[in-house]
């Protein structure tokens, strides 16, 4: 597989920034080290000490047009340097007078150069950037008509700033670095206003700090990387649905502005005690309070519980990079707080070097006394099983106790009850173990211990076994609880990871991955539609999508990752709990490459069609410019020898002159032939008129049309049946086979032989010249291939190819392959006509 080539853009805010020269310097860099570099178009723009790094480097000539000269991308593919310098990226391409196709825009020329393995060096202004040609046009009142797609300048390699204060670049411009000198005053007073640049400057700033960020999310996300990188403030506000939510977010985005401009995220945390329980519809009116602010509004679900909620707020936190986290006191009361300190302290105690920002509100401490919930890791079928053992266990041991209470003493009923302890622990948990310590101990005590049935302890002894079972039962259930959860963050971790296998996989072995993908995801996470959405020219467009198509804005969405600036991946049906929603967030770096991999596959197959085009029309301009000179210039001669009052001409040299006009105009005819269902064939235009002819017959008559027929041998068997074939269009391709071996046979006789076999009959075209190497013959079929031949009657290289065309019309086959004792054999394959003519499809 072709290796792709690098792309290094330099950007910068405004013209005169120098980026060229930057540029250059870069190239005199590496061709100091030794890289093969070349200049494919460098723009001075009369700037002297642009010009001068120009010096010591090659610079390509350019293809001319009517407006100067454009970057000669045949050029430069035919020198085939390490590195070439282009100018100007967004540029668009003016035509040539011999232009007839190519690309439009300058950086569809530089994707045709990366497509070849080239590297390449260029340069582009921030103004020029599809996404931002709107807010430039505004800032400074100048409409940019040549842009270049955001998507092609963030796939680059690297991209380096051209940075430099407005001052400096106006001092420039004031001493004629920039513009020539009746430029310079107008320019000052409109576009290069310091307003104007200053607001520029930010934007490119802004845009690279951006990509900057993506890049490093990516990183982040693919190295596994939790832990919070502070380089730059990232601010998010937890949010409930209650009263304080607009309280809470105000203040937060106050911070966040006072941050300077940081990223501000809203999130929701559903279906958990503190941060959750909230109110029907409040998600739309959390989204849309979010959006009054200008923050991006996510939720997620955390396990029941305040751990539960701290747990997924802080995942979700440290998933996004955050460096400080905003959320309102509690509205529990002090009381509420003995039992659970909540999810605030919770969350400034696990938050390590994230800040937390506790807001207070009017409706903190206002609400009732609400007991924590507990939170079992033990499934639910188990944690039944352990109520009912908590019952069973306890009375099965007071009944064996009691049918033995003259045998066995104490010890042994304790014993008997702590095993129904232990195993309720086992089996359900810390419940059903509190539950059988309590009832195992009542019932130890009213029938198995003195004074019988009665629930006073005479021995302080037995008062420590009942406290003993209780706390074994604590104990016991703990380390069944824990031992659960482990089991199931391990049983989650091997999901994920045979789910990114899965992912992964399909990104690697498809060839348009990005459909199945957003399938998997689909069905992995439970999610009615996942769509990957792109934000292009104002409103979001579907990339892919899987499911019912009512994905169509990152506001609707029940999931939202923001994959890159501009690029979404959705999901609607339910929102997910926050180690799902990292988990999305490696799948979106995942599809992220999948669409550009898949983009580049299909620019890179565009561009190889356009070198394609480029390289048949060169090929045709070559050979038929040839091919039409040598008969024309015979027959003008020949005309001419004929009209001249002066030359005295026999009959005989009246008659050679019209058969060389004759020939050539012969030759003529063919060539255009030729051409024309070259054309045909590869629009798709000839329709074949199938009927029965046999191959004796298709030969006699195109041998009519071809010169030096004597050479031609025939050995056709009269019993060979018929083919179901177009009569002229088969016609043709045997004219065509046997003026390609008369030309190439080398002087030798030319055999026609036919036979049939499985229900199609061969007609091979024999000659005994020089032959085509096994590697080769597939070449010959090629449009405009001679396989080095350059004689003048060598013919324009469409022979075979229309021969092969026009056959595969008529459905067979054309082939090559040895003759015995030296040679080529071509071998034409036609179905057998089994059906009589008047049952065949009429004639047209």
């Known amino acids: 597989m072709q290796h792709r080539g690098e792309l290094r853009i330099h950007l910068g805010a ?91 825009k300058r950086w569809q020329d530089i994707e045709e150069l990366l497509a070849a393995g080239i590297d390449v060096l260029s340069t582009v202004n921030v103004q020029h950037l599809e996404s931002l040609n709107d807010v430039v046009e505004k800032i400074t009142g100048v409409r940019q008509r040549e842009t270049v797609p955001d998507e092609f300048v963030r796939r680059a390699d690297q991209i380096e700033l051209v940075d430099i ?108 005690d503190g941060l959750a329980g909230a109110p029907v519809g409040a998600t739309n009116a959390l989204r849309k309070l979010a959006d009054d602010v200008g923050a991006s509004f996510h939720t997620v679900v955390g396990d029941s519980g305040a751990g539960g909620v701290t747990d997924a ?45 506790i807001v207070t509100h009017a409706s903190a401490g206002g609400s009732v006394l609400r007991l924590p919930r507990l939170h079992s890791a033990v499934p639910l079928d188990r944690r039944v099983l352990g109520w009912v053992v908590a019952v069973l266990g306890p009375a099965a041991a007071t009944l064996v106790g009691a049918s033995l209470y003259e045998i066995v003493g104490l010890s042994t009923d304790v014993v008997l009850f702590f095993l129904a302890t232990v195993v309720a622990a086992l089996t359900g948990g810390l419940g059903p173990a509190l539950l059988a310590a309590l009832l195992g101990g009542l019932l130890l005590n009213f029938f198995l211990t003195p004074p019988l049935y009665s629930l006073t302890i005479s021995e302080p002894e037995n008062a420590i076994t009942v406290v003993a079972m209780l706390i074994v039962a604590v104990l016991v259930a703990l380390v069944v609880d824990r031992a659960a959860r482990r089991g199931e963050q391990a049983a989650r971790a091997r999901t994920e990871a ?22 998997k995801v689909r069905e992995a996470f439970g999610l009615r539609c996942v769509a990957l959405l792109e934000h292009d020219g104002g409103e979001w467009r579907r990339v892919a999508t899987s499911g019912p198509p009512e994905c169509g804005r990152p506001e609707d969405a029940d ?46 197959l565009r561009a190889q069609r356009r070198a ?77 008129l199938l009927d029965r002819i046999g191959y004796d017959e298709a030969a006699a008559r195109a041998l009519l049309g071809v010169s030096d027929a004597a050479r031609v041998r025939l050995e056709i068997p009269g019993d060979l049946p018929d083919v179901t074939a177009d009569v002229g269009l088969l016609e043709r391709v045997v004219a065509n086979l046997v003026d390609n071996a008369l030309r ?32 080769q013959r597939e070449k010959l079929f090629a449009p405009f291939q001679r396989l080095g031949d350059r004689r003048a009657a060598s013919g324009v290289g469409l022979g075979l190819s229309v021969a092969r065309g026009l056959t595969e019309v008529m459905g067979g086959t054309l082939t090559a392959e040895d003759t015995p004792g030296g040679g080529l054999t071509i071998v034409v394959s036609l179905p057998v006509a089994e059906r009589p003519a008047s049952l065949l499809p009429p004639r047209r």
């Open 165 to 272: 204060t407005p001052e400096a670049l106006r001092r420039r411009l004031a001493h004629g670095n920039v513009y020539a000198a009746e430029k310079v005053d107008a320019a000052l007073a409109s576009y290069f206003q310091v307003g104007n640049l200053i607001a520029l400057r930010e934007l490119a700033l802004l845009w690279v700090a951006d990509e900057v960020d993506t890049a490093l999310q990516r990183y982040r996300t693919e190295q596994r990387i939790s832990e919070t990188w502070e380089t730059r403030e990232r601010v998010v506000v937890a949010l409930t649905g209650g009263p304080e939510s607009e309280t809470v977010l105000r203040r937060a985005t106050r911070i966040a502005k006072r941050a300077g401009q940081a990223d501000l995220l809203a999130v929701h945390v559903l279906r958990g």
């Open 498 to 519: 045979a789910l990114l296998a899965s992912f992964a996989r399909t990104v690697l072995t498809r060839a348009d991955p990005l459909p199945r993908l957003l399938e």
């Open 313 to 357: 707020l802080l995942e979700f936190a440290r998933g996004v990079n955050a460096t400080q986290l905003v959320l309102g006191t509690s509205r529990r009361s002090r009381v509420a707080r003995l039992f659970d300190v909540g999810i605030g302290a919770r969350v400034i105690q696990e938050s390590g070097s994230i800040d937390v920002h």
């Open 744 to 775: 190439h046979g080398g002087g030798a006789p030319v055999v026609l032989r036919a036979s049939a076999h499985e229900g199609r009959a061969e007609l091979r075209v024999v000659d005994s010249g020089p032959g085509v190497p096994k590697k």
């Open 612 to 688: 394609e085009i480029n390289e048949t029309r060169g090929a045709l301009l070559s050979a038929v410019g040839h091919d039409l000179r040598s008969p024309l210039t015979s027959i003008k001669a020949a005309v001419g020898s004929l009209r001249d009052p002066l030359l005295r001409l026999s009959g005989t040299d009246r008659a050679e002159l019209l058969e060389t006009v004759e020939e050539s105009a012969d030759r003529l005819t063919g060539l255009v032939d030729n051409l024309l269902d070259s054309s045909r064939l590869a629009s798709g235009a000839v329709e074949p």
């Open 559 to 604: 999931v939202d990752v923001a994959v890159e600036p501009g690029l979404h991946l959705i999901g609607t049906g339910r929102s997910l709990p926050a180690h799902d929603r990292r988990l999305l967030e490696t799948v979106g770096g995942q599809a992220l490459l999948a669409l550009r991999s898949q983009r580049a596959g299909e620019e890179a």
């Open 14 to 104: 405004a013209p005169g920034v120098g980026k060229t020269y930057a540029m250059l310097c870069e190239a005199r860099r590496r061709a100091e080290r030794g890289t093969d570099v070349v200049v494919g178009l460098v723009e001075t723009h009369g700037r002297a000490r642009t010009a001068e790094l120009l010096d010591g480097l090659e610079v390509l000539p350019r293809r001319p047009t009517r407006f100067g000269g454009e970057l000669d991308v045949a050029a430069v593919l035919a020198r085939r340097p390490e590195v070439v310098l282009v100018d100007e990226l967004a540029h668009t391409n003016a035509p040539g007078p011999d232009r007839v196709a190519g690309n439009a």
